[in-house]
């Protein structure tokens, strides 16, 4: 009798350690490690115009841009808040002098060396008086 209670306690630590182990093998077989930003890196960079083609408010202070991107392979329309993840507010309009119908440059860079994004792409905006 003194026999089946040992067993009895050692048959869950096991399985728990086979699991454990499992688990964390599986975690590492499927886990990306992050992209780092930051760091020496260099990009080769391409400009498109970018025409200005609506501009509506949504909320007190900002707006959504739609845009006319041209390049090689054709027009692509986007949308500001898609592209960058928020609005424009007015405040930055009025500030870089944007108004409907101007045409901007839009920037894609791709990475050349380093660790950095591999891929950005950005609205340049006319300086601030």
């Known amino acids: 009798m003194e026999n089946k209670k040992p067993?009895?306690?050692l048959l869950p630590l096991?399985?728990?350690?086979?699991?454990?182990?499992?688990?964390?093998?599986i975690r590492l077989a499927?886990?990306?490690?992050?992209?780092?930003?930051?760091g020496d890196c260099s990009y080769?960079?391409?400009?498109?115009p970018a025409l200005i083609i609506s501009i509506d408010t949504v909320?007190?202070?900002?707006?959504?841009?739609?845009?006319e991107v041209r390049t090689d392979?054709?027009?692509d329309t986007l949308l500001?808040?898609?592209?960058?993840g928020g609005y424009a507010s007015f405040e930055q309009i009025r500030?870089?002098?944007?108004?409907?119908?101007?045409?901007?440059?839009?920037?894609?860079?791709?990475?050349?060396?380093?660790?950095?994004?591999?891929?950005?792409?950005?609205?340049?905006?006319p300086p601030a008086p």
């Open 14 to 25: 096991i399985l728990i350690a086979v699991l454990g182990v499992g688990s964390f093998l």
């Open 30 to 38: 499927f886990e990306n490690p992050p992209i780092p930003d930051g």
């Open 95 to 125: 500030r870089h002098g944007i108004s409907l119908g101007d045409t901007l440059q839009y920037q894609i860079r791709d990475i050349v060396s380093g660790s950095c994004n591999p891929h950005i792409e950005t609205l340049l905006l």
């Open 80 to 84: 500001y808040s898609q592209v960058f």
């Open 44 to 48: 080769s960079s391409v400009y498109h």
């Open 7 to 9: 067993r009895s306690i």
């Open 73 to 75: 392979y054709g027009t």
């Open 59 to 67: 909320s007190e202070g900002y707006c959504e841009m739609e845009i």
